[in-house]
């Protein structure tokens, strides 16, 4: 199996990593390869895609030049600090360098135990890799950063969850795993050696533009506070709530990762969270902005003692950096908002007209996609209104917004029909809604039943496309259908 290696983590400092080997599984089978994906790492997706690559991507059959490490981190979770998590049931084999001249991790998670597993048994259970799989895989098609799947395959062995699953590893692909609780971790432990020597490590392989001749630090946090407002931007475009933004769960390369109880806004709802463990609705819909910022906080209060001799100064500067996330994200955020409304241009009532239609739609339980999907035919012309505003429980709350949004739109030379064209590539017909993503599981779990995992990732592939097939997975959920909460089920 010809994997190409070219592996740069595993020759950081002994402290980053424990070298650990996959532990073997009964009966692996392939439930699916990404072909597109396999090709683009320069992996013959034919020979992944057999009985010999299911032996590979379970961890049975060992590939030449693997690094088979799992990384070390901590994280506060919830806002608590744990000293110690990293991966307890994940293993990087490598990095590859792709045809796009890209640098990524290739991971098995669900591998078995590792030095990291502290109770846990080093497994997935199925429902979950399916999950991920189509979760990540729909945020890539939407055009969102995030971790991506390269296979999901079976163990032919039970896990042992609230009931019992069978066994799963999924494959994934990132364009790192430094987490802001991988720097944590050195930080707990006084060590700013690792601590430095990480941060010179992601800013070469994340921001290579980026030149940091003295501080690397610093310029790293500047780029990953950067990165993270523009995820954040892009998540609240498209009506994700990721669930768990620990800080172990935040990548610094600005990538969505560790898709656990994530959902996806059907009513447009800013208070929504979906999590049953997020009592609180610490990491609720319109909270993740916020959340970012605290979770750079602790990036910043990590990277501190190695940004220069001077540490007053050093904190100033940290500090003028973490009050540039608010602004830094608003402007992601509004230019999000712009394009959905079908605007090009900058004007400065633009924040306050998207403001009191998003008003508008949560006072109207309004679907968030379906909205916006009709609102590019509202562009096209006044006679899809009566589908538009029937959306909301109050039609007239739409109607009146639209006369300020056409006023607004005249004082734009784009034509009708190209508008709505240009709101069609951002506005998508397709989510993964929460509710299809749970038959999905329900079917492969308790009967063996991949079609709908196989519908879902061919439907999700093409998300801005409206393709009379696929026309059902557009619809929200009926009453009964609707998914209240969602759980970790790791
Ligand atoms: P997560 O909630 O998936 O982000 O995981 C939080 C921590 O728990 C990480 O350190 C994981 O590696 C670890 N973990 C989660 N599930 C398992 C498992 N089944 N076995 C061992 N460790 C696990
Ligand atoms: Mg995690």
């Not at 307890?88 to 135990?113: F, W, Y």
């Not at 790293?220 to 998540?235: H, Y």
């Amino acid at each position: 199996m010809a994997f190409t290696f070219d592996n740069t983590y595993d020759k950081l400092s002994a402290q980053f990593y424990a070298h650990v080997a996959p532990t073997k599984v009964r009966g692996p089978r392939v439930v699916k390869v990404n072909r597109p994906l396999a090709t683009l790492l320069g992996i013959d997706p034919d020979a992944l895609d057999s009985p010999e690559g299911a032996q590979v991507l379970s961890g049975n059959t060992p590939v030449d030049g693997a690094s088979s490490i799992a990384l070390a981190y901590a994280g506060h979770q919830f806002g608590h600090f744990v000293p110690q998590l990293g991966d307890g049931r994940a293993i990087l084999l490598g990095e590859v360098v792709g045809t796009d001249c890209k640098r990524r991790d290739v991971q098995l998670k669900g591998a078995g135990r590792t030095p990291f597993s502290r109770g846990g048994d080093g497994r997935a259970a199925l429902g979950p890799v399916l999950r991920e799989y189509v979760v990540s895989e729909a945020m890539a098609a939407l055009g969102v950063p995030t971790t991506r799947a390269l296979a999901a395959v079976l163990t032919g062995e039970p896990v042992i969850r609230e009931e019992v699953q069978p066994g799963a590893v999924l494959t994934r692909v990132a364009s790192s795993h430094i987490r802001v609780g991988t720097f944590e971790y050195f930080a707990a432990r006084d060590d700013y050696k690792a601590v430095a020597a990480l941060a010179t490590y992601a800013r070469r392989r994340h921001f290579p533009e980026v030149s940091a001749p003295k501080n690397d630090a610093l310029a790293l946090l500047e780029c990953v506070i950067r990165a993270q407002a523009e995820l954040v931007a892009r998540w609240l475009g498209v009506g994700f709530v990721h669930g768990v933004m620990n800080t172990d769960n935040t990548s610094v390369s600005g990538e969505t990762i560790d898709y656990g109880p994530c959902a996806f806004l059907d009513e447009y709802d800013p208070k929504k969270k979906f999590s049953s463990i997020d009592r609180a609705g610490r990491y609720a819909f319109a909270n993740q902005p916020r959340i970012a910022q605290w979770n750079l906080v602790k990036l910043a209060e990590a990277l501190l003692p190695t940004m220069g001799e001077d540490e007053d100064e050093a904190a100033r500067l940290a500090t003028e950096q973490l009050e540039r996330f608010p602004a830094i994200f608003e402007t992601a955020h509004a230019r999000v908002l712009r394009a959905k409304l079908g605007l090009r241009v900058e004007h400065d009532e633009d924040s306050a007209l998207a403001a009191d239609l998003l008003e508008r739609l949560a006072a109207n339980e309004v679907d968030y996609t379906l909205f916006f999907r009709r609102l590019c035919g509202s562009a096209a012309g006044a006679a899809a209104d009566a589908e538009t505003a029937s959306l909301f429980a109050h039609p007239t709350a739409f109607h009146d917004w639209a006369v300020a949004w056409r006023q607004r739109l005249a004082r734009e030379e784009t034509a009708p029909e190209e508008r709505a064209c240009a709101m069609r590539l951002v506005n998508p017909a397709l989510i993964p809604r929460n509710h299809r993503i749970e038959e999905m599981i329900v079917a492969a779990v308790v009967r063996q039943d991949f079609e709908p995992f196989h519908t879902l990732v061919e439907a999700l592939g093409r998300p801005y496309e409206e393709r009379p097939a696929f026309a059902f997975l557009s619809e929200p959920p009926k009453p009964d259908e609707r998914v209240r909460a969602t759980f970790c089920g790791t």
